[in-house]
C-alpha cells in the first residue's frame, strides 16, 4: 500500500488502536443509554406495558422476571452488556417488534437521507469554491453567501422549503417516505447549511494551498490556471472536508431528527425521539449503537479517503 | 496524517466581509445588533412595552401592521415582546452552553496534549465517544431525566459542542507543544506557572476567546433545534426555537409566527460569526 | 405500485430539481389531470389513500385500545352487533339475541355463514376465544377490558350459538358490544404470542391487513368473501376498494397540503386552521361529527390541594376563558362543550351546557371565601405560605393546538392568582406521574357510545388500578356514593325513561362537583377528495368506514 518502511507493523498497530477505539464508543454508548434510562423517572414495567394498561400484581411479576427488573441493577447491567456483545438486541417494548427489524425497516430511510444531503453538500461547497476563486469580488461575495447559508438552522428552512415547494407552489411532496421527490427537500435542508459550513472550510484550505510553493513550481512548469487549481490544489483544498465529513455525519444524523418530523419521513431519528419518549431502552440501545456504528465506518472510510486523495502520498509514491 | 487529526475549525485568516463602501460596515452592524440583543437581553422593557406574557386571544393571527409591528401569534400576543423578551433566555443558554463547553475541552484538551502519549491516547478516544453521540440523543434522554427546561438544555448543547472545541484546542496545544516553547522555557529554568501564565495562557486564550464569539450563535441554534422538539423551557417562556415550533402549523394562514424567530436566530447567528472572524483577523495580524 | 403518484412525480421532481437549479422562477407544474365527474354509481376497483395523523401502538384493538387502533380495527373486524344513530341495536355477526329476565345471559345466535380471512370459520369458539382475550388480564386491555368488567364467561351450546354469562346486569352491554374496540377476530390468529397479533391481527371484515410499515402506512387489501355487512351499510358484498393505503402524516399542515396535492385522497383530524380552506376548496368535501363520550377535559385531581377543595375547582373552571381558546387557535370550528357529556352521547342533557363559563370576579370571590385571599409579589394568591400552584403535565403527543388551549388557561388563570405549571414531559413520566396521583389537572377524553361513561370516569369503581401504578380512569378522584348508586342503578334496567331520568341526575351531580374543565367535544373530522364517494361514518363511534367507499377511475 504505502511503501515507507516498517509500514505493515505500523499500520496493523494504528489499526487494532482504532478497532479498540470502536469498540470503547460502542461499550460507552450502551452504558450511557443504560444509566440514563434508569435514572429517569417511571417504571420500565409500565413502559413495556404501555402506559394505560391495567396491569395485575401476577402480570408485573412475570414482566419484571422475564426483563430481569428484579435483579440488582449491577447485574441488570452485565446482562445489558452482555446482550449487546452477543448482538442480542432484543425486542422493543413501544413497537413490539425485534429491535433488529425496527433498524432494519428505520434506517434506509435516514441513510438514504444522510448520503443524499451530504453529496448535495459537497457539490455546493465544490462549485462555490471553484468557480469563485477567480475574482476578489466573486470571492467574498461567495464567501458571504457561504457564512449565510451555514448560519440558516436546519428546521427552519425545512419549514420554509415545505412551505415554498410544496404548499405554495405544490411541486413536490409535503409529506412521506416515498421515492426520490420525497427525499428531495428534506435533504436540501440538511444539506445548504452544512454545504455554506464545508465552503467555508474548504475554501480557506484552497487558499492558503494556493500560496503554497509547489503551485508556483507547477505554474512554472506551464501548467494552465485551471489544471493549477483543478488538478493540484482542489485535492489539497478538499482534505480538510473530508475530515470534516466525518463529524458531519454524527451532526446530520441529529440534524435528522427535526427534518424527520417535519416531513413526517420514517427514520431512526424520528424513531429514537419516540423510542426515549416511552423509555425503550432496548430500542433507544439499539439505536444508539446503531448510530456509533456508522459514525466509525464514516470515520474508516474518510482516513482512507483521506489517504487516497492526499496528493503528498501519492506524488512520494511517484 | 490522519484524517482524524485534523481540526475542525480552522484558524487560519479568513477573508473578510468586505463591501465597496467601507470594509468594516458589516462588523459595524454585528456589533449594533449583538448590542441591541445584549440590551433586550439585560434590559427588555427598553425594547418593548408590551406584555410578553399576556394573551388576547381576540388579536390573535393579526399580520404585521402599525400596531404590531412584526404580528401577533396564536394566542394573540406581540412578536415583537416576545422575541425581544426571548432575547435572554436564547443568551443564556448560548452563553452558559459555551461556557460549559469550552470548560470541559479544556479539562480535556490540556492533560491529552502535555499529559503523555497514554493520556493522548485516552483523550482521543473520549474525543471518539462524545462525537459519535449525538446532543440531540444527550438532550432526549436529559430531558427524559431532569424533564424539559434551560437547565438541562444547556448541558445537553454544552457537552455536544464540546468535543469540537476540544479537538480544536487540543491540535493547538499540540502545535505549542511541537513548536518547543515548553522544552526552551524549562531549560531557561522558568517554573511551570510561569510556562503557564507566558506561553500556554496567551497561547489558549486567544483561540479560546475567537471559539466563544462564534460558539455562542451556535449554540444558540443547537439549543432552539432542541427547543423545536419540545425539549425547551416550560410555557409561557418566550424560547426562540419553541416559537418557531408552534408557529409552523399556521405557517400558510400566518407566517410571520414561524418566521421572525427564525430571522433572529439567523441573524444572531451571523452576528456572532462576523464578530468571531474579525477577532481571529486581528489576533493573525497582531500576532504574526 | 401506485402508479398515478408516481408518474407526477417522477415528473414533477425532475422538473423542481431543473426549477431549483434556476433559482426558483416560476413556471408552469405538471399538468394535474382532472378527472371526469359524471360516475354516480359505486366502480369496483381502485385504491384509496388516507392519510391520518397517529400511529397505533398494536394494531390489535382488544390490546389497550385508543382512537387510532379503532379506525384501524374498524376496516377489519366486524362486531357481534351494530347501533344505528338512534341508539338502537341491529344484528351483524349475531343474528338474534335473548336476553334472560334477570339480564345475567345474552344467547347469541350467530351467522353460519362467516369466515375469516385467514381461513377458519366464525363460530361460538370464536366469540368466546375473543371475550376471554379481553378480559384476559395478560392482554393488557384497558378500553375493552374495562367495558366487560361484568363479563363472568362464554357457554358454548353448539356451533353457532353462545351463550354470554355476566356477573351483574349490564344495560349498556349490547352497545359496548357494537364497538371496534371488541371487533371479533380469528382464534387461531389469537393464539399467537401478542406481539405477533399486534402486527398483522386477522378479522372477517371488508379488508384483510396486508403489511404495515413502521411510521410510514399501513396496507390493506379487499377481502373477496365478505357478504355479511352491517345494517348501517349502503350495501352488501365484497367492498369496492382493491386496497387501501392507510398513510401516517403526524404534521397537520403537511397533512392538509397533501390532500389539497392530490397526494392523498382523504385525511381525518383536520386541523382547525384548514377547515376554511378545506371549505372554499370546490375539490374537497368534508365529513364531520361529533363522537359520543366525555368530551376534552382537563380533570382537577380532588385528592390533593388546592382542588380538594370544591370552591377552588370552581373558581379555576371559572378562570379558564375556553371561548376564547376557541376562538383563536380553533378559527370557532370547535364548538364548546361545557357539561360532562357530549351532545351526541344517548341521554345528554344541555342544562349543563354553562354550568361554569368564564367568570374571573366570581372566581376571586371563591378564592377569598376558601381562604386564599393573601397574595406574594408575583400576584399568585397563598394560604399560609403556600402559592396556590396548579401542576399540570403534558405529554409530548400532545397538538400544539391544545399545547396553546392550555397555555392560554395559564395566563388567565394568573390573573386570578393560580400559578398554573405547564409540565411538558414525555409520555411515560407523565403517565407514571398520573398513575401515582401525582398531578392537579389531567387532560384527556373518553369517547364510549353510551351516557355509562359517567360511571367509567366518575364512579369509585374506577379509581384504583389493580393496586399497582397503572391508569386509573376515574382521575379525578371523585367518590360519591349516591353517584354510584345513581350509574349503577341506570345499568339495571333497560327502561329509556329511567335511564334519561338517572343519567340527568349523574350529570347534574358531576357538573355541581366542578371535577373538569370540559373544552370541546372529540370529533371526527375528514376532509375528502371529490373522487372519492362515500366514505362513511360508522354510527356508534362515528369512526371512519372505508367499505362503501369508492373512487372514479
Known amino acids: 500500500m504505502i511503501s515507507f518502511p516498517n509500514s505493515g507493523f505500523v499500520f496493523l498497530k494504528k489499526l487494532m488502536i482504532r478497532v479498540g477505539g470502536a469498540c470503547l464508543v460502542l461499550f460507552a454508548a450502551a452504558t450511557l443509554t443504560f444509566i440514563t434510562l434508569h435514572l429517569a423517572p417511571g417504571d420500565p414495567v409500565t413502559a413495556i406495558l404501555g402506559g394505560s394498561a391495567n396491569p395485575t400484581p401476577e402480570t408485573i411479576r412475570e414482566i419484571r422476571e422475564e426483563y430481569g427488573l428484579d435483579q440488582p441493577l449491577m447485574v441488570q447491567y452485565a446482562l445489558h452488556i452482555w446482550h449487546v456483545l452477543s448482538g442480542h438486541l432484543g425486542a422493543s417494548f413501544s413497537q413490539h417488534m425485534p429491535v433488529t427489524d425496527v433498524l432494519w425497516q428505520q434506517a434506509p430511510p435516514t441513510l438514504k437521507l444522510m448520503l443524499s444531503s451530504l453529496v448535495l453538500a459537497w457539490v455546493f461547497a465544490v462549485l462555490s469554491v471553484t468557480l469563485s476563486a477567480r475574482k476578489p469580488f466573486f470571492d467574498s461575495a461567495f464567501s458571504s453567501l457561504e457564512t449565510f447559508f451555514a448560519g440558516l438552522p436546519q428546521f427552519w428552512i425545512g419549514i420554509i422549503l415545505l412551505w415554498l415547494f410544496a404548499y405554495q407552489l405544490g411541486l413536490l411532496p409535503p409529506a412521506g417516505t416515498h421515492g426520490f421527490s420525497s427525499l428531495i427537500l428534506p435533504s436540501l435542508s440538511l444539506a445548504i447549511p452544512l454545504g455554506g459550513f464545508l465552503a467555508q472550510v474548504m475554501r480557506e484550505s484552497f487558499k492558503t494551498t494556493l500560496d503554497q510553493p509547489f503551485v508556483l513550481t507547477a505554474r512554472a512548469r506551464g501548467l494552465s490556471d485551471n489544471a493549477v487549481r483543478f488538478r493540484h490544489v482542489l485535492r489539497h483544498a478538499l482534505l480538510p472536508g473530508v475530515s470534516l465529513s466525518t463529524w458531519a455525519v454524527g451532526a446530520l444524523v441529529g440534524n435528522a431528527v427535526a427534518v424527520e418530523f417535519i416531513f413526517s419521513r420514517q427514520g431512526v431519528g424520528r424513531q429514537l425521539f419516540l423510542a426515549v419518549s416511552m423509555h425503550d431502552m432496548p430500542l433507544v440501545t439499539g439505536i444508539i449503537l446503531f448510530i456509533s456504528v456508522v459514525y466509525i465506518l464514516a470515520s474508516f472510510l474518510a482516513d482512507i479517503l483521506y489517504v487516497i486523495v492526499d496528493p503528498r502520498i501519492q506524488e512520494a509514491r511517484a | 496524517m490522519s484524517a482524524t487529526n485534523s481540526l475542525p475549525l480552522s484558524l487560519k485568516a479568513s477573508p473578510r466581509l468586505r463591501l465597496p463602501a467601507g470594509k468594516h460596515i458589516g462588523l459595524a452592524l454585528a456589533l449594533l445588533y449583538l448590542t441591541l440583543l445584549i440590551l433586550a437581553a439585560i434590559a427588555p422593557h427598553l425594547l418593548a412595552h408590551g406584555n410578553p406574557y399576556g394573551i388576547a386571544p381576540r388579536e390573535a393571527f393579526t399580520a404585521p401592521g402599525w400596531q404590531h409591528p412584526l404580528g401577533t401569534d396564536q394566542s394573540g400576543r406581540d412578536m415583537w415582546t416576545r422575541l425581544i423578551f426571548g432575547a435572554r433566555n436564547s443568551l443564556v443558554i448560548g452563553i452558559g452552553s459555551i461556557l460549559l463547553a469550552l470548560s470541559v475541552a479544556l479539562s480535556l484538551a490540556i492533560p491529552g496534549a502535555f499529559g503523555g502519549a497514554v493520556a493522548e491516547q485516552c483523550v482521543k478516544w473520549i474525543f471518539e465517544i462524545l462525537f459519535s453521540f449525538p446532543a440531540v440523543v444527550l438532550a432526549l434522554l436529559l430531558t427524559a431525566i431532569f424533564s424539559s427546561g434551560t437547565f438541562p438544555l444547556i448541558v445537553a448543547v454544552g457537552i455536544g459542542a464540546a468535543p469540537g472545541y476540544g479537538r480544536m484546542l487540543f491540535g493547538q496545544f499540540l502545535t505549542i507543544r511541537h513548536a518547543g516553547f515548553i522544552e526552551a522555557a524549562r531549560s531557561l529554568g522558568h517554573s511551570p506557572a510561569h510556562i503557564l501564565r507566558r506561553h500556554l495562557v496567551p497561547n489558549a486564550f486567544r483561540p479560546l476567546l475567537i471559539a466563544g464569539a462564534m460558539g455562542v450563535g451556535q449554540t444558540i441554534i443547537w439549543a432552539s433545534s432542541l427547543s423545536f422538539l419540545g425539549l425547551g423551557a416550560p410555557p409561557p417562556a418566550a424560547e426562540w426555537g419553541t416559537m418557531l415550533a408552534m408557529g409552523r402549523d399556521y405557517i400558510a394562514e400566518a407566517w410571520w409566527i414561524t418566521f421572525f424567530p427564525g430571522v433572529a436566530i439567523v441573524l444572531t447567528m451571523l452576528a456572532t460569526t462576523t464578530l468571531g472572524r474579525f477577532l481571529k483577523n486581528h489576533f493573525e495580524t497582531s500576532s504574526s | ?553
Open chain 3, 1 to 553: 405500485m401506485l402508479a398515478r403518484n408516481t408518474a407526477t412525480h417522477t415528473c414533477k421532481a425532475v422538473f423542481s430539481s431543473a426549477l431549483l437549479a434556476a433559482l426558483c422562477l416560476p413556471l408552469a407544474a405538471c399538468h394535474k389531470n382532472k378527472h371526469a365527474r359524471n360516475a354516480t354509481s359505486p366502480i369496483s376497483g381502485g385504491t384509496l389513500i388516507y392519510a391520518t395523523d397517529r400511529e397505533p401502538v398494536c394494531l390489535d384493538p382488544h390490546v389497550q385500545g385508543d382512537m387510532p387502533q379503532v379506525f384501524v380495527a374498524q376496516q377489519y373486524l366486524d362486531s357481534l352487533v351494530s347501533m344505528d344513530k338512534a341508539g338502537s341495536i341491529h344484528p351483524w355477526l349475531a343474528s338474534s339475541w335473548d336476553i334472560s329476565p334477570d339480564g345475567l345471559a345474552y344467547t347469541f345466535h350467530l351467522r353460519s355463514d362467516v369466515t375469516f380471512t385467514d381461513g377458519t370459520p366464525f363460530t361460538a369458539e370464536a366469540v368466546k376465544a375473543n371475550l376471554d382475550h379481553m378480559a384476559n388480564p395478560a392482554t393488557q386491555s384497558s378500553t375493552a377490558g374495562g367495558y366487560i368488567r361484568q363479563y363472568h364467561s362464554t357457554e358454548i351450546v353448539d356451533a353457532h350459538t353462545a351463550i354470554i354469562h355476566l356477573s351483574r346486569p349490564y344495560a349498556a352491554f349490547l352497545e359496548v358490544l357494537a364497538q371496534g374496540f371488541l371487533g371479533i377476530e380469528s382464534p387461531k390468529a389469537l393464539a399467537r404470542p401478542r406481539d405477533l397479533n399486534c402486527q398483522a391481527p386477522v378479522g372477517s371484515g371488508p379488508f384483510r391487513i396486508v403489511r404495515w410499515d413502521r411510521q410510514n402506512r399501513i396496507l390493506f387489501e379487499r377481502n373477496p368473501a365478505y357478504h355479511w355487512a352491517p345494517s348501517y351499510a349502503l350495501h352488501n358484498g365484497p367492498a369496492y376498494l382493491n386496497r387501501i393505503e392507510w398513510r401516517f402524516i403526524p404534521e397537520p399542515s403537511a397533512r392538509f397540503a397533501a390532500l389539497q396535492a392530490a397526494e392523498v385522497d382523504a385525511i381525518d383530524t383536520l386541523p382547525p386552521e384548514a377547515q376554511t380552506p378545506a371549505q372554499h376548496n370546490a375539490d374537497l368535501w368534508l365529513l364531520m361529527a361529533d363522537r359520543p363520550g366525555n368530551p376534552t377535559n382537563g380533570t382537577l385531581n380532588t385528592r390533593r390541594a388546592p382542588f380538594n377543595d370544591a370552591r377552588v375547582r370552581e373558581a379555576f373552571l371559572r378562570s379558564a376563558d375556553i371561548e376564547g381558546a376557541l376562538g383563536s387557535v380553533f378559527f370557532h370550528h370547535y364548538r364548546r362543550a361545557g357539561g360532562p357529556l357530549t351532545p351526541t352521547t344517548p341521554f345528554y342533557s344541555p342544562d349543563f351546557e354553562h354550568a361554569a363559563d368564564y367568570n374571573p370576579q366570581r372566581a376571586n370571590i371563591l378564592l377569598d371565601q376558601a381562604g386564599w385571599s393573601a397574595k406574594d409579589a408575583d400576584g399568585i394568591r397563598t394560604k399560609e405560605g403556600r402559592r396556590l400552584t396548579v401542576h399540570i403535565p403534558l405529554r409530548s403527543s400532545l397538538s400544539n393546538s391544545e399545547r396553546t388551549l392550555w397555555e392560554q388557561v395559564q395566563a388567565t388563570a394568573r390573573e386570578t392568582g393560580f400559578d398554573v405549571l405547564l409540565e411538558n414531559a414525555d409520555d411515560t413520566s407523565v403517565n407514571a406521574r398520573e398513575g401515582q396521583w401525582d398531578y392537579d389537572v389531567r387532560i384527556g377524553y373518553w369517547n364510549t357510545n353510551t351516557a355509562d361513561v359517567l360511571r367509567i370516569v366518575f364512579s369509585s369503581e374506577f379509581l384504583d388500578a389493580a393496586g399497582i401504578s397503572g391508569h386509573h380512569q376515574n382521575e379525578s378522584g371523585f367518590s360519591n356514593s349516591y353517584f354510584d348508586r345513581i350509574v349503577n342503578e341506570a345499568l339495571l334496567t333497560t327502561d329509556t325513561e329511567q335511564r334519561r331520568n338517572l343519567y340527568y341526575q349523574a350529570q347534574k351531580i358531576a357538573s355541581a362537583a366542578f371535577l373538569q374543565i370540559t373544552t370541546f367535544p372529540q370529533t371526527t373530522r375528514l376532509a375528502i377528495s371529490k373522487r372519492v364517494h362515500d366514505i362513511r361514518l360508522e354510527p356508534a363511534l362515528n369512526v371512519t368506514t372505508l367499505y362503501d367507499a369508492w373512487v372514479e377511475q
